[in-house]
T-cell receptor, first 116, second 113 residues
Framework: KNQVEQSPQSLIILEGKNCTLQCNYTVSPFSNLRWYKQDTGRGPVSLTIMTFSENTKSNGRYTATLDADTKQSSLHITASQLSDSASYICVVSDGRIKAAGNKLTFGGGTRVLVKP | DSGVTQTPKHLITATGQRVTLRCSPRSGDLSVYWYQQSLDQGLQFLIQYYNGEERAKGNILERFSAQQFPDLHSELNLSSLELGDSALYFC????????????FGPGTRLLVL
């Protein structure tokens, strides 16, 4: 069964500090992995997307890494800001043919709280 | 702004009632997805439509149904509502049928009393 596990479940950091979120997956075959940011009560917004051949992708202060061999990804937030307080969701897509429909597996998310 | 619109923003209703949530995808997107997010829970995939046809089904209850119209907007119908159906319902759209980035709408917050 395809699964995506995220850790930690929640995290509190001080403004200006860095943090790293983890995502482990057992989705097979693998197509791509996304990180989404979801502010409370709002729809998720895509931060990064990585395919099998990519092992790092940046979007401003967000840097995602992917190790397809160990089936792990991380999202690193640099110099955190108060606006980074949100849930971060790891989503993995399997590699079936495009016509097969939605094949995304969602992680449970990591809730990040940035304190001043 | 993702380009995906959802109406209404908020909905309060009573148990046993039926409601309809509406979603307009981004211009050019053929796929529409519906998700449920209960309080402090992760996103639960309900159903996907691609160009008017049901493409994939997730954890959607029999009391729930959806459709996608020729103009590609979609409606999610929730009937015989129960207290546990109170949640945020998100619609997302993508260009094709599988694996692409999904763009999420602002959600409809449903409260069943």
């Amino acid at each position: 069964k395809n699964q995506v596990e995220q850790s930690p479940q929640s995290l509190i950091i001080l403004e200006g500090k860095n943090c790293t979120l983890q995502c482990n997956y057992t989705v097979s075959p693998f197509s791509n992995l996304r990180w989404y940011k979801q502010d409370t009560g709002r729809g998720p917004v895509s931060l990064t997307i990585m395919t099998f051949s990519e092992n790092t992708k940046s979007n401003g202060r967000y840097t995602a890494t992917l190790d397809a061999d160990t089936k792990q990804s991380s999202l690193h937030i640099t110099a955190s800001q108060l606006s980074d307080s949100a849930s971060y969701i790891c989503v993995v897509s399997d590699g079936r043919i495009k016509a097969a429909g939605n094949k995304l597996t969602f992680g449970g998310g990591t809730r990040v709280l940035v304190k001043p | 702004d993702s380009g995906v619109t959802q109406t209404p923003k908020h909905l309060i209703t009573a148990t046993g009632q039926r409601v309809t949530l509406r979603c307009s995808p981004r211009s050019g997107d053929l796929s529409v997805y519906w998700y449920q997010q209960s309080l402090d829970q992760g996103l639960q995939f309900l159903i996907q439509y691609y160009n008017g046809e049901e493409r994939a089904k997730g954890n959607i209850l029999e009391r729930f149904s959806a459709q996608q119209f020729p103009d590609l907007h979609s409606e999610l119908n929730l009937s015989s509502l129960e207290l546990g159906d109170s949640a945020l319902y998100f619609c997302a759209s993508s260009e094709g049928g599988a694996g692409e980035t999904q763009y999420f709408g602002p959600g409809t917050r449903l409260l069943v009393l």
